[in-house]
Structures are given as structure tokens and as C-alpha cells.
């Protein structure tokens, strides 16, 4: 079983920056694809950011050139560094492993394993 734990989030301001971090058990980094997702209550997960095992990413619209997402395999740990956070980035981010991303979309049906989601608030 993989267990996977994200830590980071928290409450900023506009223009502010949050790394939110995720941590498993398993090695999980090295095998397919892991992923950030984030979700706002009475909506649809929306997919953030992915990186596969030799370190291509893919990235929302909405997030490019603000968010980069990265590996440190050595800690078995997931990271994603947020900078100029806007209110709309408000969410309960969950990272996820062993997934697809292709054509710069990540399946959220497509992983196997979920963290427990860290939320990022962002006030203007």
C-alpha cells in the first residue's frame, strides 16, 4: 500500500507563493507519472501538474509560468513550487501517483494513489 502525505499548504496573500510538498512510503517517483490536482468544494478535481519518471511536466493553463512542479527521489518526494498565487488558486490541492498524463492533460481516473489534500487560500 502507498500512502501518500502533502504538507505546505496555508494562507497567503495575491502575489504570494506557497512550495506545497508530498511524501510517500513507496517509490512511487520512479514509475509512471505523479500529478498535482486541486479541487474547490461543489466542483470537478481539475488537474495541475504532472512530471513522469525521466522529468517531462505538463502543466494547466491556468497555472504556466506561475507553478513548477518537481521531483527530489532521493526523499521520495513531490514538490510544487507556487509563486504570484491569485485568489482563483484557492483549493484543496491532492498530489497522486502512478497515473497518465499525454497531450498536457493528467487523467485523474487514471491514478492509483491520493494523498489526503492540503488547502492553499489565497485573499486579495
Known amino acids: 500500500q502507498v500512502h501518500l502525505v502533502e504538507s505546505g499548504g496555508g494562507s497567503v496573500q495575491t502575489g504570494g507563493s506557497l512550495r506545497l510538498s508530498c511524501t510517500t512510503s513507496?517509490?512511487?517517483?520512479?514509475?509512471?507519472?505523479v500529478a498535482w490536482f486541486r479541487q474547490v468544494s461543489g466542483k470537478e478535481r481539475e488537474e495541475v501538474a504532472g512530471?513522469?519518471?525521466?522529468?517531462?511536466?505538463t502543466y494547466a493553463d491556468s497555472v504556466k509560468d506561475r507553478f513548477t512542479i518537481s521531483t527530489e527521489n532521493a526523499k521520495n518526494t513531490l514538490y510544487l513550487q507556487m509563486n504570484r498565487l491569485q485568489p482563483e488558486d484557492t483549493a484543496m490541492y491532492y498530489c497522486?501517483?502512478?497515473?497518465?498524463?499525454?497531450?498536457?492533460?493528467?487523467?485523474?481516473?487514471?491514478?492509483?494513489?491520493w494523498g489526503q489534500g492540503t488547502q492553499v487560500t489565497v485573499s486579495s
Open positions: 497522486a501517483a502512478g497515473g497518465f498524463c499525454a497531450g498536457g492533460h493528467c487523467y485523474a481516473n487514471t491514478f492509483a494513489y
Open positions: 513507496g517509490d512511487t517517483w520512479s514509475s509512471d507519472w
Open positions: 512530471i513522469d519518471k525521466d522529468g517531462d511536466t
